[in-house]
């Protein structure tokens, strides 16, 4: 190591992590755009404070619950205490390879924020804009950076014999975002009218624009998410993470869109955008690993899978705006099991790995989240009034509207 | 060449990579916001599946048949198989002292869909869809690459004895797209209503904010095409591209506002958007070669140009909704002949060498895209039925709106 | 110093450059966001025109004056003609440890234009244009500059004994838009129909979402703006000035949450994007200087300012569409004094000096900004007739619609 790689090491994770802050407002424009209007500065809302929850709450705690360091290794939880102390050596190589303290503190905490973000598209439309604070402070705060801990924090899903292997996160962080989602959707139950005695009702989003918006900064900034996963600026993995990115996003879009024409004969945009997302969260965890024609396969299959994961989660009752938990839950589950099918890891003791991965993150995210939110559910109560819901969050939890001076259809 | 030095150029280029891919959400804003709200998901949805195709295809074929290798050098065509396959040294400066071969290949790749994305604009409110999917997976996949490998691929255009120049695509790629955009256009008639027998009615875009995003993106993501196009990071040489195409966007927008203001006595803010662009694009073919003021000439002249290419194809009835045509095809030609006119090539043989590009790329362009469309023409159709384009393609095409929870004008 | 070193510095300030020139999209958007539907072609057609006009007179004068060179040291003016000219060595070390020559100017061109998007919003719905245009054109071409000089460019307060210190602009940038922001305000008087005989009316703007979009590209924007002021890719000082911009942004959105919601007992998301950007306009000044506590406690304290401000300035009936005048005049000022409270210079002989420099600053641009838009007052006038104000300044200034296919509200 010399200073000349380690400065161009820090300065490819510091242009990481501003890609990776502009997937929130990804985040934010897509789940604006697939719900209706009268919720729009609702959601908005959310999506600007769940980022700042994020860096705070990541400097408060969640970097030393995430890096507890080596006399935690192995384990399944470990705290250094609150608030960020510089280490020897923070700003030179001696402290990383790759980047100083600071790059390292500053890049985790950019995706910490997201698994909150997640939530949000699930949930919106009809939940309490209070609890979810609640809930986001402290998913983000504490559930994230535990389960962090265990794989990138050293922790036991590393120290498997075959460790558990999630490059970027499609486990880590993005399942992790989907079970909260999966869990907040369930307890508040569908928004009124989308399931009907004569059947499930689509309630559009307002604006396709905004979607489409969102769906390419998050593709932009997920050159960051899984670029800067590499932790440093090495040509040959980055560049090749840069491709199978790129190519699992396209042919996602692809997937989506073979399958939802074959079941609406219709050409879909949100699937086909949902498709690209899918095929994003595929990729993440075996980003490093897959070849051109592996990356469109897993990206491909996303696709698929996430038009098939709308269709289910509607048949089950269970309602979710944008499409989050077939994004991010389903993609994420398949992502993190193609590491053990595709790839240079691909064999059996892999797909265990794997399995394990998925199963102890999901048991630990499912129980978390389903305490969250029926403690709150219980207590303060995290749905809506039924006027409330009728007439719009804005209007009843902000006393705004996100488009004043335009008329509403009827 | 040191692992330093290659890390750095490299880094440059991933970075400069993903500045080419938002450009793809700017010609989406862009199209959309000045097309009307009927079409918008349309519109959209071609932009978002074209980067799809364009990485795909270039993955499959373009990229071999854009650089078949040194056998081929001075040629009009070559292939070297479907398919990537990574040579010797592929990550490392033994391959190139720039990049790796899939920084290489995914810079170019982003470039590729961009001639498709130009010829949604000209062709929109009325093209079916099938038919324009077809055609962009032939233009982007066949023709550009042949065309790119005639300059950047080192064949006969390469090989002039005094070489075109054509430094980030003027004419390799905004031309291209132009002509397709010329051809689209011509074969599909205008849209309804727009040539009456009481003259010319102009259709106003839907939404001036996303085409005002729609420009800024794309001057942000042309930091990176131009800027990407030294192919390492040079101080030098990045650095002045950086301030030719900063000056040349600048000047583009005066050129037009004053062209624009004498014309039509407004401040028209879809001119100075498209005087940008052109701007832009005059700019890309010599970025490197000219000093501030040639480049503040160029972009002011292209900013002329845009407008009265407006006037003029509004004249003859070819019906661009969003001034494609003059923005990257009169745009893309100007730049070209810059190069024979201002800096450091300025001169007569390479007037002649410019013509030459420019000639033949044209008749191959024309020639090409003319067989697809007319060949779809004459087979399944190329545009919609008049009811449809009445009632808008989203509906018709799509079974969706742009925005649902918003009334209409009358 | 060595060539490495050297071309890794040099891409940093190019790719922070790029990211300042996004800023210009966020001004733009967030400024049409909070303002209405009527008047949206208008601010978009000054701030898209403004960062032109920026390139141009900074290229023409404003590098020249603002950097006149060492024997202007210490000095209140200088200037070394018109035009950009190269000198020896200027894509070298020699010519700076950090950049090329053209780097230097383009960096800090993005950053001229600034000044008079800050303007723009304070004075949106009832400026003319073209004495907006007129008054861009001096205050950024001249009095920008000047004052640049006075500190970056090695002039007197530069050369005091304690010399003024201000990092990435909160005075030198966001004051000087600020005081401009007061007078032009002041001058104009309110919109019609703001303060009524019944008491102040509140005007929403007409999209949050695009106000939202706005301020996460300044957010984005700002790690450019802020982290290339470091003016090399310094691991340690960069990662550092990454981490207090985002966390003063963060705790910024939190500060107007809370006061917000104890003055208005309403979630107000209008009130938390203009927090981020105070703490954002906050931590400018002292990007550099502070730990993590103390970035939070700035951003959050330009929080709390800025919706004080945005109150104090309804009282006094100075109309401020979208909270400029607060934002960066009061975070402005609030940034420049916490250099001289908190951080590595902290003491009561910085603190005068912070205030020497707020105040000449501001006497100057108070001065030149009143003498600007009071001459244009007296003789062509700067206010648009009532007739106009009404009816919104798209049709009656640019004969357009920023939305043609919407019905409005009413």
């Known amino acids: 190591m010399n200073?000349?790689?380690?400065?161009?090491?820090?300065?490819?994770?510091?242009?990481?992590?501003?890609?990776?802050f502009i997937m929130h407002l990804g985040f934010a424009s897509l789940e604006a755009g697939l719900t209706r209007a009268k919720n729009t500065v609702n959601i908005l809302f959310k999506n600007t404070i769940i980022p700042a929850i994020g860096?705070?709450?990541?400097?408060?705690i969640g970097f030393n619950l995430m890096y507890p360091g080596e006399g935690f290794a192995g384990g399944f939880i470990g705290f250094t205490g609150v608030g960020i102390s510089l280490p020897e050596g923070w700003n030179t190589f001696a402290y990383n390879e790759g980047y100083t303290f600071f790059t390292d503190f500053i890049f985790q905490a950019m995706f910490a924020a997201t698994a909150a973000t997640i939530v949000s598209g699930a949930v919106a439309e009809r939940i309490k804009l209070g609890p979810f604070i609640t809930f986001s402070i402290l998913y983000v705060g504490i559930c994230y950076p535990i389960v962090g801990m265990w794989k990138w924090g050293g922790g036991f899903l590393d120290a498997l014999d075959t460790p558990f292997y999630d490059f970027a996160g499609s486990t880590i962080v993005?399942?992790?975002?989907?079970?909260?989602?999966?869990?907040?959707?369930?307890?508040?139950?569908?928004?009124?009218?989308?399931?009907t005695e004569h059947g499930m009702r689509a309630i559009p989003g307002h604006s396709i624009p905004m979607a489409t918006i969102g769906v390419f900064l998050l593709w932009f900034g997920w050159f960051g998410f899984n670029g800067g996963s590499v932790l440093s600026a090495d040509p040959?993995?980055?560049?090749?993470?840069?491709?199978?990115t790129?190519?699992?996003?396209?042919?996602?879009?692809?997937g989506a869109l073979i399958t939802s024409y074959i079941k609406f004969r219709t050409y879909d945009i949100t699937m086909v955008l949902n498709g690209i997302l899918a095929g994003l969260v595929g990729i993440t965890a075996g980003a490093d690993l897959m070849g051109v024609g592996e990356a469109?396969?897993?990206?491909?299959?996303?696709?698929i899978l996430v038009v098939l994961g709308v269709v289910f989660f509607d048949r089950i009752k269970i309602d979710d705006p944008v499409g989050a938990i077939s994004v991010h839950l389903v993609g994420g589950i398949w992502g993190t099991l193609?590491?053990?099918?595709?790839?240079?890891?691909?064999?059996?003791?892999?797909?265990?790995?794997q399995l394990i991965g998925i199963a102890v993150v999901g048991a630990f995210c499912f129980l978390?989240?389903?305490l969250i939110f029926f403690s709150l559910k219980r207590s303060i109560g995290i749905r809506v009034e039924e006027r409330e819901e009728l007439e719009g969050l804005d209007i009843n939890e902000h006393s705004m509207q996100a488009y004043p001076d335009f008329a509403p259809k009827d």
Chains 1, 2, 3 share one sequence.
């Open 338 to 353: 193609a590491v053990g099918i595709f790839g240079d890891l691909a064999g059996i003791q892999q797909v265990i790995s």
């Open 246 to 254: 790129a190519i699992a996003g396209a042919a996602g879009a692809f």
């Open 368 to 370: 978390t989240s389903w």
């Open 174 to 195: 993005h399942s992790v975002g989907g079970w909260g989602a999966l869990v907040g959707a369930f307890l508040l139950g569908p928004r009124l009218g989308k399931y």
């Open 3 to 20: 200073q000349e790689l380690f400065t161009i090491n820090n300065l490819w994770m510091m242009v990481a992590t501003i890609l990776v």
């Open 236 to 244: 040959g993995t980055v560049s090749l993470v840069f491709v199978t």
């Open 296 to 303: 469109a396969i897993i990206g491909f299959v996303g696709g």
């Open 55 to 60: 860096l705070l709450t990541y400097a408060f």
